[in-house]
């Protein structure tokens, strides 16, 4: 359904000075694909590229390299018409935070009705009924289409989103930390939404969080990201114990746990920055595995099965538990 294949980003820096060359490399060769009716996780730390990622695959960020192709056709190839009719029918995409994404001074029916009127999406009455059924969809009551978003608690407000980015029939959804605005006691309402309308609708759907766990529940395929690039993808019942790069175990090792303490995988120093990335594997600078070779070159994709793919010179056992990880590191 969806396949970059090395993608770069590359932004101006915003600090340095009047003269300043700096570069942030925000996507560094990124290869993805996602097929239908796959859900694809995508986790890391903050500024690793996630939102960037997600960007890209809505067609919101020109990659400066690379392509993305949308039901094999080459997004950044197309006229501007064209591309956004594609990715407009074809790509919905939910915000991370719904007070921000929504238009507080429109009503919930305008908001839903909007990207049907601008696809021209059936006859007026049509869109209306579409409307309606968009929120029974969701489970709100058809009087929520007079409110306005202001007027609606955060769980209703996120549903709205949800209902949006359905709102044409996509067949891939991308979920840019869907939760992370809301309160614990309706992050579960909204999962569990999310799952019912992906098996209900047969949904692609992309799940970017910081809650690694959750992406775990909610997700096929885990997909690891690393100062901007992929470092890893396996497959999510693999993680965190047959997951080969150094840093997905090092973060799966960070989560915290309801009954038994938790013991992390301990790395040293701060993530690098993105204008000046090091040489080589960029988990190089905090790895305790690392070497010369690790910072000669980037380590080539190897392969670990038919959908597992880690990029490292010196990838840990399949197997290897947190305590013989940290023993190690010491």
Not at 83 to 101: E, K, N, Y
Not at 170 to 198: M, Y
Not at 308 to 330: K, R, Y
Request: glycine share 10%; hydrophobic share 40%.
């Amino acid at each position: 359904m969806l396949e970059l294949n090395d993608v770069h980003v590359v932004h101006k820096a915003r600090s340095g000075g009047l003269f300043s060359r700096d570069r942030v490399h925000a996507l560094t060769g990124a290869s993805l694909t996602v097929a239908p009716g796959e859900t694809v996780g995508i986790v890391g730390e903050s500024g690793c590229g996630k939102s960037t990622l997600a960007k890209v695959l809505v067609g919101l960020q020109r990659p400066a390299s690379g392509s993305v192709r949308l039901h094999g056709r080459d997004l950044w190839g197309l006229k501007e018409g064209e591309r956004r009719a594609l990715v407009g029918t074809g790509v919905g995409m939910i915000f991370q935070d719904p007070s921000t994404a929504l238009n507080r001074r429109l009503p919930v029916g305008r908001i839903l009705r909007d990207p049907l009127d601008v696809h021209r999406r059936g006859a007026p009455a049509a869109r209306e009924a579409r409307v309606r059924e968009l929120l029974d969809l969701v489970g709100l009551p058809a009087g929520a289409a007079d409110a306005l978003p202001g007027q609606l608690s955060g769980g209703q407000r996120q549903r709205v989103a949800v209902a949006r980015a359905l709102a044409l029939e996509p067949g891939l959804v991308v979920a840019d930390e869907p939760t992370s605005a809301l309160d614990v006691s309706v992050r579960a309402q909204i999962l569990n939404l999310l799952l019912d309308l992906k098996e209900r609708l047969g949904l692609s759907l992309v799940f970017i969080s910081h809650d690694i766990q959750t992406v775990r529940r909610m997700s096929d395929r885990v997909v690891t990201m690393y100062l901007g690039r992929i470092v890893e993808q396996t497959p999510a019942g693999s993680v965190p114990s047959r997951a080969r790069h150094p840093y997905t175990r090092a973060l799966f090792s960070a989560t915290p746990g309801l009954i038994s303490p938790i013991t992390p995988i301990p790395l040293v120093g701060a993530v690098p920055s993105a204008t000046r990335p090091p040489s080589g594997c960029p988990f190089r600078t905090r790895c305790w595995r690392a070497d010369d070779l690790c910072a000669a070159e980037m380590p080539a994709a190897t392969r670990a099965g038919d959908d597992h793919l880690f990029h490292c010179h010196h990838p840990v056992a399949a197997g290897a538990t947190d305590l013989e990880l940290i023993q190690e590191h010491s």
